[in-house]
């Protein structure tokens, strides 16, 4: 099993930067597809992105494309998510997801099976 935590939430203006990372602990990481996700209150979780085990395939979700950009250090075990141009509507808890895979594509949102915590993202208008 891997634990997930995340880190690098907080409030940042439209227009700005944050990165959030998400160090894992437990398992080899490099077997592990990683994800991320978002979610507002009344809303159902929305898939952001995922990247294969290598960092060779990457996804993301159409309201992300051109702005956010995944990218995973195997020997540190961490998973980044990199938000530039921040809109209000990105504001959400963040999470972080793993699934085991060695396949060069990346997971579907579905098969994501062990969760972070959350972290916090506020956009300001």
């Known amino acids: 099993q891997v634990q997930l935590v995340e880190s690098g939430g907080g409030l940042v203006q439209a227009g700005g930067s944050l990165r959030l990372s998400c160090a894992a602990s437990?398992?080899?990481?490099?077997?592990?597809?990683m994800g991320w996700f978002r979610q507002t209150p009344g809303k159902e979780r929305e898939f952001v992105g995922g990247i294969n085990w290598s960092g060779g395939s990457r996804n993301y979700a159409n309201s992300v494309k051109g702005r956010f950009t995944i990218s995973r250090d195997n020997a540190k075990n961490t998973v980044y998510l990199q938000m530039n141009s921040l809109k209000p509507e990105d504001t959400a808890v963040y999470y972080c997801?793993?699934?085991?895979?060695?396949?060069?594509?990346?997971?579907?949102?579905?098969?994501?099976?062990?969760w972070g915590q959350g972290t916090q993202v506020t956009v300001s208008s």
């Open positions: 997801a793993a699934v085991w895979s060695q396949s060069m594509r990346v997971p579907t949102p579905e098969e994501y099976g062990y």
């Open positions: 437990g398992r080899t990481f490099s077997w592990y597809a």
